[in-house]
């Protein structure tokens, strides 16, 4: 039996390092469940109570492990449940890939049972990438550009299957013209600062009587970096949420968490100090905060892209 689009599509995920993939089955996508269940569990599938969840579920999953977070529902009120899911981690910066089942393409416009407008609809909570497949061959370079796409930018990507065409014979792209061919991999770059900014902000952090640190997302793996910088200035360190795990709170300099659901120490310390230093973050503090307040930082001061940092209020 030749594989299908499902088991190429599947295939294609395992070879991107997907191991994990969260959501709930229905009609509009059993031609991927079946392929996936074809796999004997070499990519577990976890099935969630509700496909929202199933979309927090790959959110969390990028948040904890760095990875791609992946969920999957069926079509019509299946892909509209994954909105919020999708919203937490496009607000979080963390990459997730939504894999949306479809009416059959010959229904397409007859206004059918469960037809939505998928593309319109992940418009803005994954407009990084969206798109929705039509013929085999467009499989895979669809697949390799909404992985590469999340991962790189840090975006939620969407990828949407009409029923009929996952159970079809899969078939690479002809070597003619008007077809494109992608392959597996993406490298993240490593970004530092220009040298005169890093001396900048070293003057500045200098002239300060009162350092304040922020860090975030972005400086989870320099958490000794941050210590040492810390100590260095003689510095008190809040934390986004997602940054929790960068210091641990019972440092005598670090006083938790900011933000709606922040301590009051960190309160006092963002309204006491003169000069703010923020690490991974791009935390909107409120103007209130930054009236005697001199910015000194870069979010790439340390080699971490930018593009890790969380830049809602949290």
């Avoid at 319109?120 to 061959?137: E, I, L, N, R, Y």
């Avoid at 810390?230 to 670090?254: I, N």
Wanted: charged share 20%; glycine share 10%.
């Amino acid at each position: 039996m030749a594989p299908t689009v499902g088991d190429f599509f599947w295939e294609r995920l395992k070879a991107w390092g997907v191991t994990r993939v969260f959501g709930y089955p229905g009609d509009g996508i059993n031609g991927l469940l079946g392929a996936l269940q074809r796999r004997n569990g070499d990519i577990q599938f976890v099935q969630a109570r509700h496909e929202e969840m199933a979309a927090f579920m790959a959110s969390a999953h990028a948040k904890f492990t760095g990875e791609l977070g992946v969920c999957l529902a069926t079509s019509g009120p299946g892909a509209t449940h994954l909105l919020t899911g999708l919203y937490d981690a496009k607000l979080d910066h963390v990459p997730v890939l939504a894999i949306a089942g479809q009416q059959a393409r010959t229904a397409l416009g007859a206004h059918y049972q469960q037809e939505v407008d998928l593309i319109s609809m992940f418009k803005d909570v994954a407009g990084a990438f969206v798109q929705q497949a039509t013929v085999p061959a467009q499989v895979r370079h669809l697949t390799d550009r909404a992985i590469r796409t999340a991962l790189s930018q840090r975006k939620v990507t969407a990828l949407i299957f009409p029923n009929d065409l996952q159970e079809m014979p899969y078939e690479d792209p002809p070597r003619a013209h008007g077809t494109v061919f992608s392959g597996v991999g993406y490298c993240a770059p490593r970004v530092v600062p220009a040298e005169e900014d890093l001396r900048r902000a070293a003057n500045v952090l200098n002239e300060g009587s009162k350092v304040a640190m922020l860090v975030g997302a972005g400086a989870l793996d320099a958490g000794a970096e941050v210590r040492a910088i810390a100590e260095v200035l003689g510095a008190g360190v809040a934390k986004a949420l997602l940054g929790k795990a960068v210091l641990p709170d019972d440092l005598p300099y670090v006083t938790g968490s900011i933000g709606l659901l922040g301590t009051s120490a960190s309160w006092d310390l963002m309204q006491g100090c003169d000069t703010l230093l923020m690490i991974g973050s791009g935390f909107l503090i409120p103007s209130f905060c930054l009236r005697k307040v001199r910015r000194a930082a870069c979010r790439s001061t340390w080699t971490l892209p930018c593009c890790r940092c969380a830049t809602r209020w949290r």
